[in-house]
């Protein structure tokens, strides 16, 4: 049977002939014709190919093949009213649902690793699916192909039927292989300059780390240029100085064996923001996911103070 061709109207008429098991009186109960009702009944029996009610004697009934099917369709067409009728329910531990977020490689390291770890015990059914920020992410949301998206703000201009909340500030750290012996437990605004630098990039745009150097004239000796996922392991065994993001730097730096200290010039901080839907924003899965990035974030306080990583 072809389910594009069942009109969910044949069901209603269904049950309510077989409750009636009368044309007549199932015509009035759905207030339609009778004319009308024996035109559904006919399509009943093209679409069953079954006679749907036999007459004995001065009374309808229901055939073999219709009695079985009452309970099944009555069942159906009562979840199928509880479906639009009752507000839709989110149990993280039980229900099985797929998320697609989308996030750089840092943003990922700072708040969505954390929340895969969570995951394994808070919500085992949930499935999540984590994406790159692609140019058209706003389109993509709009979609209902990613369910959320965490981006530094300002990006693009956001319209009225996104939801966006800051999810966390990150401030910078200076970074350095922790065996660097040009280094010690402070840096100057001299010394920096005077290191060879690792820069971050984005792409084709300067990174904000990069457009306030130049806006507060930091001298830096440049002599790589890479992404900030690649940024802290580059640094191994050289005299390199970077700045990274501290939450990105405390994750890896123990792995990548760096030594962290506060900046020596003042610097706004990394910020990231998700941007979701407001189609999305009542659904209580939606609603739960977007929670459980606050709260991780909430929990989550990076330092600027240096760290010791050994």
């Given at each position: 049977?072809?389910?594009?061709?069942?009109?969910?109207?044949?069901?209603?008429?269904?049950?309510?002939l077989?409750?009636?098991q009368n044309v007549t009186a199932a015509a009035r109960r759905l207030s339609v014709g009778q004319s009308a009702m024996s035109s559904t009944?006919?399509?009943?029996?093209?679409?069953?190919?079954d006679p749907v009610l036999e007459r004995q004697g001065r009374t309808m009934v229901p055939t073999p093949l219709a009695t079985s099917l009452i309970i099944p369709v009555r069942e159906a067409l009562a979840r199928f009213n509880s479906v639009l009728t009752e507000p839709p329910t989110f149990t993280a531990d039980r229900d099985r649902r797929s998320f697609t977020v989308m996030a750089s490689e840092y943003a990922a390291l700072a708040v969505?690793?954390?929340?895969?770890?969570?995951?394994?015990?808070?919500?085992p059914h949930v499935e999540l699916r984590i994406r790159s920020v692609s140019t058209d992410f706003l389109d993509e949301l709009t979609a209902g192909i990613v369910d959320l998206?965490?981006?530094?703000?300002?990006?693009?201009?956001?319209?009225?039927?996104?939801?966006?909340?800051?999810?966390?500030?990150?401030?910078?750290?200076?970074?350095?292989?922790?065996?660097?012996?040009?280094?010690?437990d402070t840096?100057?605004?001299?010394?920096?300059?005077?290191?060879?630098?690792?820069?971050?990039?984005?792409?084709?745009?300067?990174?904000?780390?990069?457009?306030?150097?130049?806006?507060?004239?930091v001298a830096r000796r440049l002599e790589v240029t890479t992404g900030f996922g690649l940024a802290p392991f580059l640094l191994r065994d050289t005299q390199l100085v970077a700045l990274l993001p501290a939450s990105l730097a405390s994750t890896v730096g123990a792995g990548a064996r760096l030594k962290l200290l506060e900046p020596p010039m003042q610097l706004e901080p990394v910020i990231e923001t998700m941007v979701w839907s407001t189609r999305n924003s009542e659904d209580p899965g939606h609603s739960w996911l977007r929670g459980q990035l606050i709260d991780i974030a909430a929990r989550r306080t990076w330092s600027t103070k240096p760290v010791d990583q050994r």
């Open positions: 049977m072809d389910l594009a061709h069942v009109d969910l109207n044949l069901l209603v008429a269904f049950d309510t077989m409750v009636e009944l006919s399509r009943l029996r093209a679409l069953l190919n969505i690793q954390p929340l895969l770890v969570e995951l394994r015990h808070a919500a998206a965490v981006i530094p703000p300002g990006v693009v201009p956001i319209a009225d039927h996104f939801g966006q909340k800051q999810l966390y500030s990150d401030p910078y750290v200076v970074a350095v292989d922790e065996a660097n012996p040009l280094v010690g840096m100057t605004l001299e010394q920096f300059s005077s290191l060879p630098y690792l820069a971050s990039s984005s792409g084709h745009d300067d990174t904000l780390v990069e457009t306030q150097l130049d806006s507060l004239g």
